[in-house]
């Protein structure tokens, strides 16, 4: 009996730390598709709490990158530079636990792309340090999607006279889009995909294909009809956009 209750003690952790996993990311999802930032940061501040290794702690800096992208884009600078200072270190954790060195990379193109986004006078250096990170992580893994992404991000962004192209950064978005869709089981409640689509939709947008952006945000909504941002916003400031 007592060697039983031995194996029934890690099984049972196993358990309950995959259960934690699967809500975090239905929670996280389910605060994306509605808007809820502030339940997103709710679970980021939750996870950080935790003593998570690994995938787990891979899985936070994940939400962490998901939330300092949205304090940018709404200009909260301060509480971006608090979430990325957490994230650089837990990325920190992650890499001398030899974790996978492409996905270690690409984070790393990500947030030197955050520092170049709150302070624009230090693009000579982040903006060289993010190009070298995605190039480095595509090096390493060519299937790896979030490497595409952020090399796609970097390609879009980048001034045309350094090499930059909003259509080769196009291209990177739909091939990583082509590496996710491999995986159709991933996708689920998966907030990364509905926001890799979301970006190639306003990518469109940005260089005037409305009809290609038009296809994206139809079939994000015959995916996810209840994901308000592009139901209320982007959907139909589109179809305006057109009929202008």
């Known amino acids: 009996?007592?060697?039983?209750?031995?194996?029934?003690?890690?099984?049972?952790?196993?358990?309950?730390?995959?259960?934690?996993?699967?809500?975090?990311?239905?929670?996280?999802?389910?605060?994306?598709?509605?808007?809820?930032?502030?339940?997103?940061?709710?679970?980021?501040?939750?996870?950080?709490?935790?003593?998570?290794?690994?995938?787990?702690?891979?899985?936070?800096?994940?939400?962490?990158?998901?939330?300092?992208?949205?304090?940018?884009?709404?200009?909260k600078k301060d509480e971006a530079r608090k979430y990325l200072n957490l994230a650089e270190r837990n990325l920190e954790i992650l890499e001398k636990g030899k974790y996978?060195?492409?996905?270690?990379?690409?984070?790393?193109?990500?947030?030197?792309?955050?520092?170049?986004?709150?302070?624009?006078?230090?693009?000579?250096?982040?903006?060289?340090?993010?190009?070298?990170?995605?190039?480095?992580?595509?090096?390493?893994?060519?299937?790896?999607?979030?490497?595409w992404i952020q090399y796609g991000n970097v390609q879009f962004y980048m001034p045309a006279t350094f090499g930059g192209s909003k259509k080769e950064g196009i291209e990177y978005?739909?091939?990583?889009?082509?590496?996710m869709e491999k995986h159709p089981d991933e996708l689920i409640n998966n907030w990364n995909y509905l926001?890799?689509?979301?970006?190639?939709?306003?990518?469109y947008t940005y260089i005037n294909d409305t009809p290609s952006a038009k296809r994206v945000y139809e079939s994000i909504l015959e995916r996810e009809p209840a994901f308000l941002y592009v139901k209320n916003e982007l959907y139909p400031e589109l179809l305006k956009k057109m009929n202008n």
């Open 1 to 75: 009996m007592e060697r039983t209750k031995h194996y029934l003690i890690p099984l049972l952790f196993i358990f309950i730390s995959v259960n934690m996993a699967a809500s975090y990311r239905t929670d996280i999802y389910n605060a994306y598709i509605t808007n809820r930032m502030d339940l997103w940061k709710k679970v980021i501040d939750v996870m950080q709490g935790d003593n998570f290794k690994n995938d787990a702690l891979a899985e936070l800096i994940n939400y962490q990158y998901g939330y300092i992208g949205y304090c940018i884009g709404f200009e």
């Open 100 to 147: 996978d060195p492409s996905i270690i990379k690409a984070y790393k193109c990500a947030f030197y792309g955050f520092r170049l986004g709150l302070n624009k006078f230090t693009a000579p250096v982040n903006g060289l340090k993010s190009l070298e990170n995605a190039k480095s992580a595509l090096a390493i893994d060519s299937t790896n999607y979030f490497a």
């Open 173 to 179: 978005f739909l091939k990583a889009k082509k590496i």
């Open 195 to 203: 926001s890799l689509l979301v970006l190639i939709g306003q990518s």
